[in-house]
């Protein structure tokens, strides 16, 4: 789902079903989708998820025809337990757990790492990190994984100083992220 869906998902605290209905002509494409229910935040996603569904032409006998079909998407946070499990003419969408940065511009945008990218003379730079969030969103077990040591403390400092908000987690439950920044000089 995008991110607007997993917001949504995760404020509602249980599980959302939007229903759709539309038909499958003769040659197992989706024709006349229509929304018969599903909040406004969740119908890009509904429409992208079902648009990556490959269908068998419905048949009488030999001959392919035309079939109308109605179908539940049931949208469930990484947090929510649901007793109901979707059945054939449903499918679940969980959204996974993630944290978002709270800082106003990447650490990578910094003139000191501008500076760096300068002296070095390189076009781009990567920094991968991965990192569980604590308490009031600072990051705890901080772990770079690819990155320059220099852009590497620039970009733990940040973190630290700023920590992250979490859709689909609690702080110190354990859930653990991998962020990935980059920056090009051309941009």
């Not at 901080?142 to 700023?162: H, M, T, Y």
Request: aromatic share 8%.
């Amino acid at each position: 789902p995008d991110e607007a869906a997993a917001v949504f998902v995760e404020i509602s605290g249980e599980p959302v079903t939007c229903r759709m209905r539309f038909d499958i002509d003769d040659q197992g494409r989706q024709r006349s989708l229509v929304m018969v229910s599903c909040p406004q935040a969740l119908k890009n996603s509904t429409k992208a998820a079902l648009s990556e569904w490959k269908f068998l032409p419905p048949s009488r006998g030999d001959k392919a025809e035309w079939t109308k079909h109605e179908i539940d998407v049931v949208f469930q946070s990484n947090v929510v337990a649901s007793e109901q499990r979707p059945d054939l003419n449903g499918f679940l969408v969980q959204v996974p757990p993630y944290a978002t940065p709270r800082w106003a511009a990447s650490p990578l945008e910094s003139r000191a790492v501008t500076r760096w990218m300068r002296e070095k003379g390189v076009d781009s730079v990567k920094c991968t990190a991965e990192l569980a969030v604590g308490e009031m969103g600072i990051p705890t077990q901080f772990e770079l994984l690819d990155c320059p040591p220099f852009i590497g403390k620039i970009v733990e400092k940040q973190s630290n100083r700023w920590g992250f908000g979490l859709v689909g987690a609690t702080e110190s439950d354990g859930s653990r992220f991998q962020m990935e920044l980059e920056r090009s000089s051309s941009e």
